[in-house]
T-cell receptor, first 114, second 111 residues
Framework: NAGVTQTPKFRILKIGQSMTLQCTQDMNHNYMYWYRQDPGMGLKLIYY???????DKGEVPNGYNVSRSTTEDFPLRLELAAPSQTSVYFC?????????????FGDGTRLSIL | GDSVTQMEGPVTLSEEAFLTINCTYT??????LFWYVQYPGEGLQLLLKATKADDKGSNKGFEATYRKETTSFHLEKGSVQVSDSAVYFCALKEGFQKLVFGTGTRLLVSP
């Protein structure tokens, strides 16, 4: 009964380094999302995917890339880490995309860029 | 654009007190409304939802009613417990894309 699994849970990067945040779900959900949560703020959408091979930008996509080669996996890539990307990152999924469909969240990845 | 406004926290209560966390929204269409809860070190969990006007969502003793006339979705619980201490997020969803979140309200319940 894993749901949405994110790895790693914590990571410290140096400015200019790159890394991939992993997200996988075992619920056979079609839609997947990446959000970032900054202190005292709500969550902001970075990228989302409506199915394998299809991705699109959210509100704050700059500095990130995504891919969706399988239904289960939706990794988020940071190419050149910057201090402004210090945040907590959440992956989420939903079966379909309707207005009444809740999203299921992972436990998050806490990322610090120094 | 769409937005959600929540009361600022922290909200500090004693065990068994009555809880209200205010949430109002602005939307161009007819959204569904959600409350999510985030316990320390964890992700967001769906607490309850309502999809049309006058619907009441409820779960674990929490309730919220979709009030279209006042564009509100206030969260209530009759008797809080220490284990309810968490951050509560109000959110809306109009289409297939994103949830629009409020900034969250931290609840602290003392014994």
């Amino acid at each position: 009964n894993a749901g949405v699994t994110q790895t790693p849970k914590f990571r410290i990067l140096k400015i200019g380094q790159s890394m991939t945040l992993q997200c996988t779900q075992d619920m056979n959900h079609n839609y997947m999302y990446w959000y970032r949560q900054d202190p005292g703020m709500g969550l902001k959408l970075i990228y989302y995917s409506v199915g394998a091979g299809i991705t699109d930008k959210g509100e704050v996509p700059n500095g990130y890339n995504v891919s969706r080669s399988t239904t289960e996996d939706f990794p988020l890539r940071l190419e050149l880490a910057a201090p402004s990307q210090t945040s907590v990152y959440f992956c989420a999924s939903s079966l379909v995309g309707g207005r009444d469909q809740p999203q299921h969240f992972g436990d998050g990845t806490r990322l610090s860029i120094l | 654009g769409d937005s959600v406004t929540q009361m600022e926290g922290p909200v500090t209560l004693s065990e068994e007190a009555f809880l209200t966390i205010n949430c109002t929204y602005t939307a161009t269409g007819y959204p569904s409304l959600f409350w999510y809860v985030q316990y320390p070190g964890e992700g967001l969990q769906l607490l309850l939802k309502a999809t049309k006007a006058d619907d009441k969502g409820s779960n674990k003793g929490f309730e919220a009613t979709y009030r279209k006339e006042t564009t509100s979705f206030h969260l209530e619980k009759g008797s809080v417990q220490v284990s309810d201490s968490a951050v509560y997020f109000c959110a809306l969803k109009e289409g297939f894309q994103k949830l629009v979140f409020g900034t969250g309200t931290r609840l602290l319940v003392s014994p």
